[in-house]
């Protein structure tokens, strides 16, 4: 090993570069241990922030390293300011806390528009007018690890609570975004037209816009509690993320200080009909849709699935129940394919498609695993987290036919009272298949779909394709 660092170094030195920071030494001595400065001491309790400027490149960093001194998080303390805030911005290495980067799978745009010269990496955000338009929690559940771990429950709140970190010039990101928005649905208008939906001029206007709440949150993992969910050590959690991603992240393996990650995975948004404040209040009826992304379904309408007209369905009882004095809440959940991706999903429907037989309700599942190797990916063990961020403790109308995504919940504590199918009439022609192999597999059938048996899964078979 250290034969091959020598001659990487010389290799780089031929080059005229800076040379790589090797991972097994520690970082350069002209790096200075954290100071006080006269003015800015700790006395306020708050760390005095090193600036991070690198003309070299370091791989990784290590736990013992000299001047690597992270700020500490007390994930699950309810007072923001002893929990800690997550720092995982490139300005305070030393001080970082989280491993990954901001932005979920978007980090990568953010190295191109640095390597293009767009963006200064040393710029930080004017955070000033972005705080939250209406407000969420504090709720009880925000400090207990088994019901948030997967996203930061003080993400949205860095300009409040953090507001002295920020003006004593640490780099600190929201991982959660709330605003407000006018949502314009086809179908919300057809159910206006058909005498469904009536427009109130404060849910629903007359042009069938609703009007919704809505929060983007980007995924932020307490990793010890991620790995309990999954049934695993920490240990194994961080050596198989490292491994299945080519090692893309390091100190998952040297950084067992660091408790934070924040994976390069999609996020999610929450869409709320109707007042926020009525979430808690089990007396007050509240629907819920827990949806996750189909962008062939949900954007373009591809009828071979029944994700689009169960999303829309969802968004007219959402709104339904908000004109009742309640509250709706969709959660959009980035896992498209089951979390294979769109890529394999596509492979599956080749499958499907060319398999002797065509395509058969039968051989649904199977399909999947022949292409991935596993039917689904998506796990719900983390899917509640949201629900506990809006403080939910009581859903009456759970639109799913899931039952992994039920389980997950109720396993949470959070009480389901009744469960609603998608309309009959609401299954595309070529999702037939789809529904059927559900029903027939473990999906809640309720009344509309008490005739799936063994016969009709086998006499159920999708279009071919026309070649």
């Not at 955000?125 to 929690?137: D, E, M, W």
């Not at 003006?167 to 975004?177: C, L, V, Y």
């Amino acid at each position: 090993q250290n034969r091959r660092y020598v001659s990487l170094l010389l290799f780089y030195q031929l080059l005229r570069v800076p040379p790589l920071q090797s991972t097994m030494s520690a970082p350069p001595l002209a790096k200075k241990p954290r100071t006080s400065t006269p003015g800015k001491n700790d006395d306020d309790g708050i760390p005095v922030p090193e600036t991070t400027t690198l003309d070299y490149v370091n791989l990784t960093s290590h736990t013992d390293s000299f001047g690597v001194d992270p700020i500490p998080v007390s994930w699950g303390h309810p007072d923001p300011l002893v929990r800690g805030p997550i720092i995982c911005t490139v300005r305070h290495s030393s001080q970082r806390n989280a491993i990954g980067a901001h932005s979920g799978s978007y980090c990568i745009y953010t190295g191109l528009a640095v390597a293009a010269g767009k963006l200064n990496p040393d710029y930080v955000p004017n955070l000033k007018l972005t705080r939250p338009v209406f407000q969420i929690g504090p709720h009880k559940s925000w400090s207990d690890p088994k019901k948030v771990a997967s996203i930061d429950p003080f993400g949205h709140l860095t300009t409040d609570v953090y507001g002295a970190y920020l003006d004593k010039g640490f780099d600190i990101r929201p991982t959660i975004a709330i605003t407000k928005a006018h949502i314009d649905l086809p179908e919300t208008r057809e159910a206006v037209a058909a005498g469904r939906l009536i427009p109130d001029g404060k849910i629903l206007m007359p042009n069938g816009q609703s009007i919704v709440s809505k929060a983007a949150i980007e995924p932020v993992w307490y990793l010890p509690e991620i790995a309990r969910r999954f049934g695993c050590t920490e240990t194994m959690l961080r050596q198989s993320i490292f491994r299945m991603t080519n090692g893309m992240y390091p100190e998952l393996i040297t950084r067992p200080d660091i408790k934070i990650f924040l994976p390069p995975i999609g996020g999610l948004t929450i869409y709320i009909w109707g007042d926020p404040d009525t979430i808690p209040d089990e007396d007050i009826e509240l629907t819920c849709r827990v949806h996750d992304e189909c962008n062939g379904s949900d954007v373009f309408g591809s009828d071979i699935c029944t994700c689009r007209p169960y999303l829309t369905h969802a968004i007219e009882e959402c709104i339904k129940t908000a004109q009742r004095g309640g509250c709706g809440i969709v959660i959009y959940f980035r896992k498209e394919g089951r979390s294979l991706g769109e890529v394999t999903k596509y492979l599956v429907y080749n499958t499907r498609k060319r398999q002797e037989g065509g395509d058969s309700a039968e051989n649904y599942f199977s399909c999947t695993e022949q292409v991935a190797g596993v039917q689904d990916t998506r796990f719900q063990a983390l899917m509640p987290d949201p629900l506990h961020f809006l403080g939910v403790t009581k859903i009456h109308n759970f639109i799913s036919m899931s039952d992994m995504k039920y389980n997950a919940i109720v396993s949470t504590g959070i009480e389901i009272v009744n469960r609603v199918e998608i309309p009959k009439e609401l299954v595309p022609a070529d999702a037939q298949v789809e529904i059927t192999a559900k029903v027939f597999h473990g999906y809640n059938a309720g009344k509309a779909y008490q005739d799936i048996d063994e016969k009709e899964l086998k006499k159920t078979v999708g279009r071919e394709y026309a070649y």
